[in-house]
């Protein structure tokens, strides 16, 4: 029975994707080196482990909206699931390498995304926690299947500048955001009573407006 370990090796954006794509380039290994490997069929859970870093100042102011006030981070201060990707691995025996495309989001409404946004360099710690399927030969040349075991997993310092190169090529000096339907309506009602031609305008002068409100008005 095959007794496969993982390790990242290196993470790159994906250039010309639908959609922002980092790959994760992944070692294989058996430990079995002449056994043949017919299939695998990965499933990938990859989380943040945002208590594994340190943090400046500016990267604590920014990261408010996702643990609270520093001086609460011995409570609030965990990891967070970013996403699940899928990746077939095809006949092999000993070593591969496999790339992992993992799917990112700029909307603001997900947590993983205020993350990547609040920490502005240096690297971010990943656990990838592995299961699913491996298809392999025995000595006998039968074809045999079994899981991943559940303990399967790797660890990989991910550069932040990675995802800040991908979301630059991206959306250039943009973010998204998500509103509910009423909010989205209020605002688009406000920029059209009002002649305001963009969005950013429309933003812009809601924010002198309430800049100028008295404080606890």
């Known amino acids: 029975m095959p007794d496969l370990t993982f390790s990242v090796e290196s993470a790159e954006s994906v250039p010309l994707a639908a959609a922002p794509t980092i790959s994760l380039k992944l070692r294989v290994e058996n430990a079995t080196p002449n056994e043949l490997i017919h299939t695998i069929t990965l499933r990938v859970q990859i ?20 643990f609270g006030e520093p001086d609460r981070w011995n409570r609030t201060l965990r990891s967070l699931l970013w996403t699940h990707a899928n990746v ?51 000595e006998e040349s039968t074809l045999l299947v079994a899981p991943i075991p559940w303990d399967r997993e790797a660890r ?9 190169t991908m979301m630059d090529e991206f ?4 973010a998204w955001l998500s509103l509910r339907r009423d909010v989205f309506l209020r605002v688009y009602e406000y920029k059209v009573r009002y002649g305001i031609p963009t969005w950013e305008a429309a933003f812009e002068r ?10 606890g008005r």
Do not use: M
Request: hydrophobic share 40%; with cysteine.
């Open 47 to 66: 989380q943040i482990e945002a208590t594994r870093r340190r943090y400046d100042e500016s990267e604590k102011e920014r990261l408010l909206d996702l």
């Open 88 to 138: 077939v691995i095809p006949s092999f025996t000993g070593i591969t390498v496999a790339d992992v495309q993992v799917p990112c989001t700029f909307d603001f409404n997900v947590a993983a995304t205020k993350y990547f946004h609040g920490v502005s360099d240096g690297e971010i710690p990943l656990d990838l926690l592995f299961s699913g399927t491996v298809f392999y030969n025995s």
């Open 156 to 164: 990989f310092r991910l550069p932040v500048q990675v995802w800040r």
């Open 171 to 174: 959306y250039p000096n943009s």
């Open 206 to 215: 809601l924010l002198e407006a309430a800049e100028e409100e008295p404080v």
